[in-house]
């Protein structure tokens, strides 16, 4: 995951907390298992749109439903 992604993990991770927080345990005495387990559910439904996003790229350029202007040719010429 790259560091704009963990940006928007843990701004929405807050955001759910914040909405929550009358929902939290107050029994425990820290909140830290109560927002992991807020950032695992946020994390996986990221990854799953991630997903999602790549497999629809994929879809589109087997189709040829893409236009680069030549770059992304460019850039595998450089690379490789």
């Not at 893409?66 to 490789?80: K, M, N, Q």
Request: hydrophobic fraction near 40%; charge should be neutral; charged fraction near 30%.
């Amino acid at each position: 995951m790259g560091s704009d992604a963990a940006d928007d993990v843990l701004s929405e991770t807050m955001l759910v907390a914040i909405r929550r927080r009358r929902d939290d345990d107050h029994a425990w005495e820290s909140a830290r298992p109560w927002l992991r387990g807020i950032a695992s559910r946020v994390v996986k439904k990221h990854r799953a749109q991630e997903a999602a996003q790549w497999r629809s790229f994929q879809s589109s350029a087997a189709q040829g439903d893409h236009a680069s202007d030549g770059a992304i040719d460019s850039a595998a010429a450089r690379t490789g």
